[in-house]
């Protein structure tokens, strides 16, 4: 017998027990996995464990690839959009800080530049799968800041693929070759070309053209075949296979049969999910916990504290309230799956040590215990601030997030984004274009003429850095040409957060390119290149000279891009910004709303919540009046607050008491009339019989004619007659 059969025997039955027993205790079943393979694996001597552990870590991978299919599929350029700038800077923020928090806590604990760098990637990115069991569990998953937190791990997912696709490139150039990475690069940018092309155009038009052909059959076949293919192409072009998978799932995820693939493909990515998982698990050598425990500690209390701080930190700066950017940064207090696939592949690459592995897995395990827990401070924790923090710092924090609700600002917000982004395009592009011409081109030249002492390399950094001046105040002091930005800024009810992600965004960009300067001439410490890069900005910021350079640059290379316009104002309620939101809601076949209207729901329950929008089969019907019919299956668009909406939905779940429900027998009989028969003399009306007799008259032979005919009310019923008769079988029997 193959190992592999008896190890797949013996890693499913263990997986089966662990999980039921986790499901009885309200876990997420990714920790019974995670368990089962603890148990099932070589380090656990008292118990059967598998025989060809290499086999099932293949297996594992094949179940990386369903799992990042099966993400790509949720996943499409329209949910992207809908997530808005919100979520970007939120995520941004987040994992910027997290990453740099990683890293400084790999550092503080001797290890490797290389090994803290992957540890900064496992910490940046939070659990899909356990997030969503979480507010299932509490009952939550309807508030607006689940909402914000579901939009936050969308772009999540897109950071993770990047740190996939990039990590190892640092790693195995063992330094920060800008050769390679911006080779690398290269590839993934034609990569998301190809994705776009193909998600937006080819593949969707494609099956369109062969929708009839489509079975169930083939669409999975097709589709996992197309998967497969995709990660081929990226594994042939250096690319991490998991790009691959996740770009195929969000291609197909553009077709019209995208939900059909889901049903078909969950079950094949909940087996090899479960493989995958498991062979996690089966990495995890208790006596490295033990070991290892101060680091585990350490790693988890930086990821309950710095992660949720951070996202909230985050969700600030995109301009939410101080009580949902709290209610959903403490969501995102764990790490999960992602980190597996991440700390797998430096594993893979040979560039970290192998106690890391069952260290990551351990602190998933106590994060994704106390997130339940963690969830519920976060309410107390928001009133704990609120209620002690000094008014002026009360008054800062609600001026830095607002949800910034009022319209009349829109036309200005959207003129300076374009600015902003504009302008951070040149600033970019300038700074670099002089970094590559002096280290380059003319730095070469120099030493070739003076050799490469000491001095040359000063002179040349202070050459590289005049150059760089002029554009360094631009970026930083320029925020645009017709004063948007400080209107916006002076609006009361415009959130602030906003403006100062934008803001900060632009002094970490010239912190980069400082660091990438000087690193290129001198070798510093973290301490000294940011004290260089703090000196040269303030520099920068209080030079009168530099800003006159500035001025004659700006004015041959810039012209003005902005045009005048406006909106009338529109103010949503201060009371209602932190509740109000759109939610989804599916009317089932016995609900109490399925056969009213609009307005009798209104009546009679009176939740507050309005319906928008109806979603029935391919037609969609914007703003419905109040006499609208609500049919059974439709999908109902609602506004309101989160009361609001919990009612509305208690509402469509409540059902009406079906009427007693026959499991009686329905046949047809055949039965000779005799002449005592009640039947004779009737006349052959089908409701006349049905109500006399509770059985359905199909048709009648008469004696003498022995032909089939089908009664009528001008039909009489006769002795010898044989009646055709449908109904419930006891029923007919009693009849007969």
Same mark, same amino acid.
């Given at each position: 017998?193959?190992?592999?059969?008896?190890?797949?025997?013996?890693?499913?039955?263990?997986?089966?027990?662990?999980?039921?027993?986790?499901?009885?205790?309200?876990?997420?079943?990714?920790?019974?996995?995670?368990?089962?393979?603890?148990?099932?694996?070589?380090?656990?001597?008292?118990?059967?464990?598998?025989?060809?552990?290499?086999?099932?870590?293949?297996?594992?991978?094949?179940?990386?690839?369903?799992? =990042?299919?099966?993400?790509?599929?949720?996943?499409?350029?329209?949910?992207?959009?809908?997530?808005?700038?919100?979520?970007?800077?939120?995520?941004?923020?987040?994992?910027?800080?997290?990453?740099?928090?990683?890293?400084?806590?790999?550092?503080?604990?001797n290890w490797d530049w290389v090994t803290s760098m992957f540890l900064g990637g496992m910490l940046s990115i939070s659990s899909t799968s356990i997030i969503i069991k979480a507010f299932d569990d509490m009952g939550v998953k309807n508030k607006k800041f689940t909402q914000m937190v579901f939009g936050a791990l969308v772009v999540e997912d897109m950071v993770a693929i990047l740190i996939l696709v990039l990590l190892p490139a640092l790693a195995l150039s063992k330094g920060f070759d800008g050769i390679e990475l911006a080779d690398n690069i290269t590839h993934l940018a034609l990569f998301l070309l190809l994705w776009f092309t193909g998600g937006i155009y080819f593949i969707p038009s494609i099956f369109r053209k062969i929708r009839t052909y489509l079975t169930g059959e083939t669409?999975?076949?097709?589709?996992?075949?197309?998967?497969?293919?995709?990660?081929?192409?990226?594994?042939?072009? %250096?690319?991490?296979?998991?790009?691959?998978?996740?770009?195929?799932?969000?291609? =197909?995820?553009?077709?019209?049969?995208?939900?059909?693939?889901?049903? =078909?493909?969950?079950?094949?990515?909940?087996?090899?999910?479960?493989?995958?998982?498991?062979?996690?698990?089966?990495?995890?050598?208790?006596?490295?916990?033990?070991?290892?425990?101060?680091?585990?500690?350490?790693?988890?209390?930086?990821?309950?504290?710095?992660?949720?701080?951070?996202?909230?930190?985050?969700?600030?700066?995109?301009?939410?309230?101080?009580?949902?950017?709290?209610?959903?940064?403490?969501?995102?207090?764990?790490?999960?799956?992602?980190?597996?696939?991440?700390?797998?592949?430096?594993?893979?690459?040979?560039?970290?040590?192998?106690?890391?592995?069952?260290?990551?897995?351990?602190?998933?395990?106590?994060?994704?215990?106390?997130?339940?827990?963690?969830?519920? &401070?976060?309410?107390? &924790?928001?009133?704990?601030?609120?209620?002690?923090?000094?008014?002026?710092?009360?008054?800062?924090?609600?001026?830095?997030?607002?949800?910034?609700?009022?319209?009349?600002?829109?036309?200005?917000?959207?003129?300076? &984004?374009?600015?902003?982004?504009?302008?951070?395009?040149?600033?970019?592009?300038?700074?670099?274009?002089?970094?590559?011409?002096?280290?380059?081109?003319?730095?070469?030249?120099?030493?070739?003429?003076?050799?490469?002492?000491?001095?040359?390399?000063?002179?040349?950094?202070?050459?590289?850095?005049?150059?760089?001046?002029?554009?360094?105040? %631009?970026?930083?002091?320029?925020?645009?040409?017709?004063?948007?930005?400080?209107?916006?800024?002076?609006?009361?009810?415009?959130?602030?957060?906003? =403006?100062?992600?934008?803001?900060?965004?632009?002094?970490?960009?010239?912190?980069?390119?400082?660091?990438?300067?000087?690193?290129?001439?001198?070798?510093?410490?973290?301490?000294?290149?940011?004290?260089?890069?703090?000196?040269?900005?303030?520099?920068?910021?209080?030079?009168?000279?530099?800003?006159?350079?500035?001025?004659?640059?700006?004015?041959?290379?810039?012209?003005? &891009?902005?045009?005048?316009?406006?909106?009338?104002?529109?103010?949503?309620?201060?009371?209602?910004?932190?509740?109000?939101?759109?939610?989804?809601?599916?009317?089932?076949?016995?609900?109490?709303?399925?056969?009213?209207?609009?307005?009798?729901?209104?009546?009679?329950?009176?939740?507050?919540?309005?319906?928008?929008?109806?979603?029935?089969?391919?037609?969609?019907?914007?703003?419905?009046?109040?006499?609208?019919?609500?049919?059974?299956?439709?999908?109902?668009?609602?506004?309101?607050?989160?009361?609001?909406?919990?009612?509305?939905?208690?509402?469509?779940?409540?059902?009406?008491?079906?009427?007693?429900?026959?499991?009686?027998?329905?046949?047809?009989?055949?039965?000779?009339?005799?002449?005592?028969?009640?039947?004779?003399?009737?006349?052959?009306?089908?409701?006349?019989?049905?109500?006399?007799?509770?059985?359905?008259?199909?048709?009648?032979?008469?004696?003498?004619?022995?032909?089939?005919?089908?009664?009528?009310?001008?039909?009489?019923?006769?002795?010898?007659?044989?009646?055709?008769?449908?109904?419930?079988?006891?029923?007919?029997?009693?009849?007969?």
């Open positions: 017998m193959n190992a592999l059969l008896s190890d797949l025997a013996l890693i499913l039955m263990v997986a089966g027990v662990v999980t039921i027993l986790f499901k009885k205790l309200k876990q997420p079943v990714v920790l019974g996995y995670i368990v089962a393979g603890v148990f099932a694996g070589p380090h656990i001597s008292f118990l059967p464990t598998v025989a060809e552990v290499e086999s099932v870590d293949f297996w594992g991978k094949i179940g990386v690839i369903f799992l =990042l299919f099966g993400l790509g599929l949720e996943f499409n350029f329209k949910k992207l959009k809908k997530v808005g700038g919100s979520g970007f800077i939120t995520v941004f923020t987040e994992v910027v800080m997290m990453f740099c928090m990683g890293f400084f806590v790999g550092r503080m604990l669409l999975i076949v097709v589709s996992l075949g197309l998967c497969f293919m995709m990660v081929v192409i990226t594994i042939k072009a %250096g690319i991490s296979e998991a790009l691959g998978a996740f770009v195929m799932g969000s291609i =197909l995820s553009g077709t019209m049969h995208s939900e059909k693939i889901v049903k =078909l493909t969950k079950p094949i990515k909940d087996f090899f999910g479960a493989i995958f998982f498991v062979s996690v698990g089966m990495m995890v050598d208790p006596s490295a916990i033990v070991n290892y425990w101060q680091q585990i500690l350490i790693i988890s209390a930086v990821i309950i504290t710095a992660k949720p701080l951070a996202a909230t930190l985050g969700l600030l700066f995109s301009g939410q309230t101080l009580k949902n950017a709290i209610l959903s940064g403490i969501c995102l207090c764990q790490i999960g799956e992602f980190s597996f696939i991440i700390v797998q592949l430096g594993l893979d690459n040979k560039v970290l040590p192998e106690h890391l592995y069952p260290v990551i897995v351990t602190v998933s395990i106590i994060t994704t215990f106390i997130t339940p827990y963690w969830i519920k &401070l976060g309410e107390p &924790l928001y009133n704990l601030i609120y209620n002690n923090v000094k008014p002026q710092w009360r008054t800062v924090i609600e001026r830095l997030g607002t949800g910034r609700k009022t319209l009349d600002k829109e036309g200005e917000w959207n003129k300076l &984004l374009k600015s902003y982004a504009m302008r951070l395009f040149i600033y970019i592009g300038w700074l670099l274009f002089v970094n590559l011409l002096f280290t380059q081109m003319i730095y070469p030249v120099i030493v070739n003429f003076f050799g490469e002492f000491r001095h040359v390399r000063v002179i040349s950094f202070l050459i590289n850095l005049m150059a760089m001046l002029p554009f360094l105040w %631009g970026l930083l002091k320029r925020k645009d040409s017709d004063g948007a930005f400080d209107r916006i800024w002076q609006d009361q009810k415009f959130a602030r957060g906003p =403006l100062l992600f934008m803001m900060i965004l632009k002094y970490l960009i010239a912190i980069i390119a400082i660091s990438i300067t000087s690193s290129f001439y001198f070798s510093l410490g973290y301490g000294a290149a940011l004290t260089l890069c703090a000196m040269i900005i303030s520099v920068v910021l209080v030079s009168k000279k530099i800003k006159e350079y500035y001025a004659r640059i700006e004015n041959r290379f810039l012209t003005n &891009l902005n045009s005048e316009g406006g909106r009338r104002s529109l103010i949503l309620p201060r009371e209602l910004a932190d509740e109000i939101h759109i939610e989804k809601v599916e009317v089932e076949p016995n609900s109490f709303m399925a056969g009213k209207t609009i307005s009798q729901i209104h009546r009679s329950k009176q939740t507050g919540a309005l319906v928008i929008q109806m979603v029935r089969g391919l037609e969609t019907i914007d703003l419905p009046v109040n006499s609208e019919v609500i049919f059974p299956m439709d999908i109902l668009i609602i506004l309101g607050t989160d009361r609001q909406i919990m009612e509305f939905k208690e509402a469509a779940e409540e059902t009406v008491q079906p009427r007693e429900w026959s499991r009686a027998e329905m046949e047809l009989f055949q039965i000779t009339l005799g002449d005592t028969s009640p039947m004779v003399g009737e006349n052959g009306n089908i409701t006349n019989i049905r109500e006399k007799f509770g059985v359905l008259l199909v048709g009648l032979e008469g004696e003498e004619s022995n032909t089939f005919i089908r009664t009528t009310s001008a039909t009489t019923i006769q002795a010898g007659d044989t009646v055709w008769v449908v109904g419930e079988k006891n029923k007919v029997k009693e009849l007969s």
